[in-house]
């Protein structure tokens, strides 16, 4: 069972900020938080991870609350092309670990 | 540029036929390859990992009889779905780990359709 619990969709306007929540409240000291999105029929994404301090890429930022029981990832001027669904997964640390899916948040972004 | 590649993109083929699905690694070697399914408006779900030179690993619930994978080399993992029947069509993904990372890399996917 995946270890995250997201909602179920959200939208956002193009060019504003989407802030994508996930509940993660039994998250182990050793496992990340990772994100990875899915856009409609394509391979899922691998889009930014973090352990305990907050991370930014050229795609995203994730911020993890002080106790790590929940996170944020932020796309700072969404596009259409990033109406996804969005996976919010906890991995354990080790190489080659699996990883378990949940139902995602579809994000709409509209013009 | 793609890191992984699936063929074919798309099947389509009668029931109890069998289908080939590839998977290939086209930037590094994979010892790990994992496989997933999505049927429509669900999420992926691991069938079983790839292992290079042994035998895979499969998930509870996944026929290993059924979904025959072979992992001959360090960039290439097969799936075959032998005597497919319209209950198996579905988006079947492939993965590998970025080396010395937990992070994934995925194939664009292989969509199903058993008649």
């Known amino acids: 069972d995946a270890k995250t619990t997201q909602p179920t969709s959200m939208d956002c306007a193009e060019g504003r900020a989407a802030n994508l929540p996930c509940n993660h409240s039994t998250i182990s000291g050793n496992e990340y938080v990772y994100w990875y999105r899915q856009i409609h029929s394509q391979g899922p994404q691998y889009i930014i991870h973090g352990l305990k301090n907050n991370e930014t890429n050229e795609m995203a930022s994730l911020i993890i609350t002080e106790d790590r029981k929940s996170s944020t990832l932020i796309l700072p001027h969404a596009t259409l092309r990033d109406t996804a669904v969005y996976y919010c997964?906890?991995?354990?640390?080790?190489?080659?670990?699996?990883?378990?899916f949940g139902k995602g948040i579809t994000l709409s972004v509209r013009p | 540029g793609a890191v992984v590649s699936q063929h074919p993109s798309r099947v389509i083929c009668k029931s109890g036929t069998s289908v080939k699905i590839e998977c290939r690694s086209l930037d590094f070697q994979a010892t790990t390859m994992f496989w997933y399914r999505q049927f429509p408006k669900q999420s992926l779900m691991l069938m079983a990992t790839?292992?290079?030179?042994?035998?895979?690993?499969?998930e509870q619930g996944v026929e290993k009889d059924k979904f025959l994978i072979n992992h001959a080399s360090l960039t290439l993992s097969t799936l075959t779905v032998t005597s497919a029947h319209p209950e198996d069509s579905s988006f079947y993904i492939c993965s590998l780990p970025r080396p010395s990372t937990d992070t994934q890399y995925f194939g664009p996917g292989t969509r199903l359709t058993v008649l």
């Open positions: 997964i906890v991995v354990p640390t080790g190489a080659n670990s699996k990883l378990t």
């Open positions: 790839s292992n290079e030179g042994s035998k895979a690993t499969y």
